[in-house]
């Protein structure tokens, strides 16, 4: 098999290492394709052995899947300005967000399209993607794509295409929320005295110590948080602030925003 990526940059970039990484391709067999030629030789010296190109030195491109990790605002120009055409037979993978199967088979005139949505730790092989296909793609073809993207972590086939901008907007974007909770957190910490380096440690264990709690636990996160919440106690102050800000309101409105501009990157 061979596959081409459109636009290696982070995701693109990746990707491809998860896939090398599980031997599902040989290194050979991986052209990726970037904008600018400073970005090709720093790719080249992770990818040695594969086909590293710009945009513009592609005139025929060989490729049985053709990732496209291009920007969603800049898919129309990409498509524009493509010096190749997209072979007839190939699977088409998109990861942008917000762009719709129909959007993308209109721009690039070609019917076999996936579309999914990854996140950031695809890099270590935890991500989630969710994903969903167009018409006329074979069962065997998408298994081939879900073993692609189970190196990259899991994945999950959504039926009904509209929601993959809920995932967008849940997991795509997700890692950021957290990062920006855990942010707050250890701020708080160095606020309240403790060095920055021992506030991380306190706040990425208690991270981890909760992952690990939510998914070894029975209970469900309300019996977790009463665990924590003694009875007029210091949880249970942070709690009410948090509720009189309306924090969850905040967070849920925050998620929807997301979804929404997903749809607004498809107009
Ligand atoms: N980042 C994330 O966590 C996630 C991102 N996605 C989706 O993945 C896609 C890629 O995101 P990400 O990897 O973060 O983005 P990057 O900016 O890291 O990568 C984008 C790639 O597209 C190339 N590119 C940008 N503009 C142009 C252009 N005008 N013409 C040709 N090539 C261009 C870049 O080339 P160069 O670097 O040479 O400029 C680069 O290779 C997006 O569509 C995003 O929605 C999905 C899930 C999670
Ligand atoms: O922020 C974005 O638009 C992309 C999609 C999901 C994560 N990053």
């Known amino acids: 098999m061979k596959i081409a990526v459109l636009g290696a940059g982070n995701m693109g970039l990746s990707f491809s290492k998860s896939f090398l990484k599980y031997e599902?391709?040989?290194?050979?067999?991986?052209?990726?394709?970037?904008?600018?030629?400073?970005?090709?030789?720093?790719?080249?010296?992770?990818?040695?052995?594969?086909?590293?190109?710009?945009?513009?030195?592609?005139?025929?491109?060989e490729a049985d899947l053709i990732i496209i990790a291009v920007k969603p605002q800049d898919f129309a120009f990409v498509v524009e300005n493509l010096t190749f055409k997209i072979p007839g037979k190939s699977l088409v993978?998109?990861?942008?967000?917000?762009?719709?199967?129909?959007?993308?088979?209109?721009?690039?005139?070609?019917?076999?399209?996936?579309?999914?949505?990854?996140?950031?730790?695809?890099?270590?092989?935890?991500?989630?993607?969710?994903?969903?296909a167009a018409e006329g793609?074979?069962?065997?073809?998408?298994?081939?794509?879900?073993?692609?993207?189970?190196?990259?972590?899991?994945?999950?086939?959504?039926?009904?295409?509209?929601?993959l901008d809920a995932v967008t907007a849940l997991s795509g974007s997700g890692p950021a929320y957290f990062y920006y909770i855990i942010d707050a957190m250890i701020k708080a910490g160095t606020e309240m005295g403790i060095d920055e380096n021992l506030s991380k440690l306190f706040v990425k264990q208690t991270m981890l110590g909760a992952y690990h709690l939510i998914n070894n636990?029975?209970?469900s996160l309300e019996e977790l948080i009463k665990d924590v919440a003694s009875k007029g106690g210091t949880t249970e102050a942070a709690l009410k602030t948090f509720d009189d800000r309306v924090l969850k309101s905040i967070l849920k409105d925050g998620i929807l925003s997301a979804e929404k501009r997903a749809k607004e990157l498809n107009q």
Do not use: C, W
């Open 24 to 61: 599902l391709i040989k290194p050979q067999n991986l052209h990726l394709i970037t904008r600018s030629q400073i970005k090709k030789e720093i790719i080249k010296s992770v990818f040695p052995d594969s086909e590293i190109s710009s945009f513009n030195e592609v005139k025929e491109l």
């Open 93 to 132: 993978l998109s990861i942008m967000a917000g762009i719709s199967i129909e959007k993308i088979q209109k721009f690039l005139k070609h019917k076999f399209v996936v579309r999914a949505m990854p996140n950031s730790p695809t890099l270590l092989g935890m991500g989630i993607t969710g994903y969903t």
């Open 137 to 163: 793609i074979s069962f065997s073809e998408l298994m081939n794509v879900e073993r692609l993207l189970n190196s990259t972590g899991r994945s999950v086939y959504l039926e009904d295409e509209k929601l």
């Open 217 to 219: 636990s029975d209970k």
